[in-house]
Structure formats: C-alpha cells, structure tokens
C-alpha cells in the first residue's frame, strides 16, 4: 500500500508561481513513476505530467510545458510540481498519483488512461486573473 497526500495548494495572482508536494508513505516510493492530474470545475479529470522511477524522464501536458517542472527525491518520498506564469485556466484540484506502468506505456497511453495504482485526495489550487 502507498499512500499520497499532496500539500502546496492556494490562491494566487495570474503569473505567480507554486510549488505542490506529494508525500508518499512505504518503502516502495521508488519502484513507482508518478504522476500529476488535474481537475477543474465542471470538467474532466487531465493529464499533467509525469516522472519516472528514477527521476531522469519527464512528460508533459503541452498545456502546461515549459512551466511546470515535475522532481521527485526519492530520499524524501516526495514528489514536486513546481508551476510558475499560471494562469487562471490552471486552476484545478491537483492529484498526484503513482503508477507501476511503464514508462512506455506512461508516454503513449497517460493522456487518456488514467489508470493508476494510487491516487491521492488533492489540493486545490486557485489563479486569480
């Protein structure tokens, strides 16, 4: 079993920035890549990126490219989504979530497979314009 519990989440201005935190309990945080979605009001959950085990390959929503950075400190069981310009259309409810799919899989299917081993509850986050 693993559990997710984000933290990080808040209001800020349009072009601000923020850093979300997804904690991991188990020994096993390193065997999972892990993965960050969101959800807006009224719409369906999305993709947002991704990192594998290792911590060396990324993936990215074209909609938040170049903005956010996805890290994770497998000494820390943490994994982190740095967000810098947002913009209101940012603003969601974030999951991270952990998976044992490849990362192959990961590149190919995430978009529209959300099918992941562990989820956790969220955090809100909220852009003003």
């Known amino acids: 079993q693993v559990q997710l519990v984000e933290s990080g989440g808040g209001s800020v201005q349009a072009g601000g920035s923020l850093r979300l935190s997804c904690a991991a309990s188990?020994?096993?945080?390193?065997?999972?890549?892990m993965v960050w979605f969101r959800q807006a009001p009224g719409k369906e959950r999305e993709f947002v990126a991704a990192?594998?085990?290792?911590?060396?390959?990324?993936y990215y929503a074209d909609s938040v490219k170049g903005r956010f950075t996805i890290s994770r400190d497998n000494a820390k069981n943490t994994v982190y989504l740095r967000m810098n310009s947002l913009k209101p259309e940012d603003t969601a409810v974030y999951y991270c979530?952990?998976?044992?799919?490849?990362?192959?899989?990961?590149?190919?299917?995430?978009?529209?497979?959300?099918?992941?081993?562990?989820w956790g509850k969220g955090t809100l986050v909220t852009v003003s314009s």
């Open positions: 990192i594998n085990w290792g911590g060396d390959s990324t």
């Open positions: 188990g020994r096993t945080f390193s065997s999972y890549a």
């Open positions: 979530a952990a998976t044992t799919h490849s990362w192959s899989w990961i590149v190919a299917l995430i978009k529209t497979n959300y099918g992941m081993d562990y």
